[in-house]
């Protein structure tokens, strides 16, 4: 190996030796493969090496894996350090801590083997999820539950999830309960039937925040003033009366867009499109709600049903435009106008939604 390499190396050695000391606290951040289990073993054995009773020794990971990894890699050091050479145990604890060791070291490391085995339980290497099961068993009373209660596994705790959606479901559509029934009325006028399970799944996955949010506001009521001031809707306003208000408080446009529909009809065969949906529209009197969408889609893309609300990027051929210029700008300040209102429809639609799924969660 090389000067630099070696300097590296070396470099890296007393990164880990620092690291591994167990009289500081240390932090360490690596990726994976670098030596992180290699410096917990080696802070565990430190510890044991120094003096300190087994049992007081705690070490906590996220998954039983890294649990059993470690505690195979302890086992395992002082299963050998049960057998070797003095000289080869001392180099081994030279290595281990940066300093020569004591004779007092030397016996305490062959010791350590037969000291551990005879741990009550073992050394307590084992998940945080363990650890405060342990500490539950050890004080139910004070954690206020059953002294003799059992952990669900994943499976059973699926399977009460699924039951508790079904029963919540199947309330719902009894219509005895009319927020719950109002509530999924309004769920599946936005979304397909077959998604409500997975909607429903991810509302008992966030249930901690549901609950973090609810002992914030106090209530549903008071979640729903705080997302409508969000959204700038008002109590009373709902998807449908923003629609219905704004499509019937702009009767003055109607002779302009009349005459725009008018011009597009001479145009080309998409001007003659636009201008079908357009004149259907304005000749709808009684309930001009049912031909919005059709209207809309004169002057908005798709891209609105799922995404943004999109200006179409021409609402007039250039023929028209040259020969009418004043046609463009209606069409343009129509489609601005409707832009608007569908934002605000959408916004209350949300208020709406979020009302439901709170109810339901």
Not at 86 to 106: C, N, V
Not at 133 to 144: G, H, W
Not at 178 to 202: D, G
Request: aromatic letters at 4%.
């Amino acid at each position: 190996m090389s000067e630099p390499d070696q300097r590296l190396v070396d470099r890296a050695v007393l990164s880990q030796r620092s690291a591994s000391d167990p009289t500081t606290s240390v932090w360490v951040s690596a990726s994976a493969g670098t030596g992180k289990t290699k410096v917990l073993t080696d802070r565990v054995l430190s510890l044991l090496v120094a003096g300190n009773d087994p049992q007081k020794i705690i070490c906590l990971t996220f998954t039983r894996a890294a649990a059993a990894e470690m505690e195979s890699r302890i086992a395992k050091r002082l299963g050998k350090w049960s057998t070797i050479r003095d000289q080869d145990l001392r180099i081994e604890l030279h290595q281990l801590t940066g300093t020569h060791p004591s004779k007092h070291h030397m016996l305490r490391a062959r010791q350590l083997f037969t000291l551990v085995l005879e741990t009550p339980g073992g050394m307590q290497i084992e998940t945080i999820h363990a650890f405060c099961q342990s500490l539950l068993r050890r004080f139910p009373l004070e954690a206020s539950i059953a002294p003799h209660f059992k952990l669900m596994d994943e499976r059973d705790t699926n399977e009460l999830l699924v039951q508790a959606r079904e029963d919540v479901l199947a309330r719902a559509n009894t219509r005895r309960e009319k927020i719950l029934t109002a509530a999924l009325a309004v769920i599946t006028s936005h979304t397909h039937e077959a998604s409500i399970p997975t909607l429903l799944a991810s509302l008992t996955a966030a249930r901690g925040r549901l609950h973090r949010l609810l002992i914030k506001h106090g209530d549903i009521a008071k979640i729903l003033q705080h997302v409508r001031k969000l959204m700038r809707v008002d109590e009373e306003e709902t998807p449908e009366t923003i629609l219905s208000s704004a499509l019937t408080s702009h009767t003055n446009d109607k002779p302009r867009l009349r005459y725009a529909a008018e011009i597009l009809s001479t145009g080309s065969k998409t001007d003659i499109e636009r201008a079908k949906k357009i004149q259907s529209w304005l000749d709808c009197d009684k309930n001009p709600i049912e031909k919005f969408e059709l209207y809309a889609d004169a002057f908005l893309t798709a891209a609105r049903y799922t995404g943004p609300i999109e200006i179409r990027k021409s609402l007039v051929t250039k023929k028209i435009k040259e020969a009418n210029p004043d046609v463009k700008d209606i069409l343009e300040e129509e489609a601005n106008r409707l832009a608007k209102i569908l934002t605000r429809v959408r916004s209350a639609i949300i208020v709406e939604t979020t009302e439901a799924l709170l109810h339901f969660s």
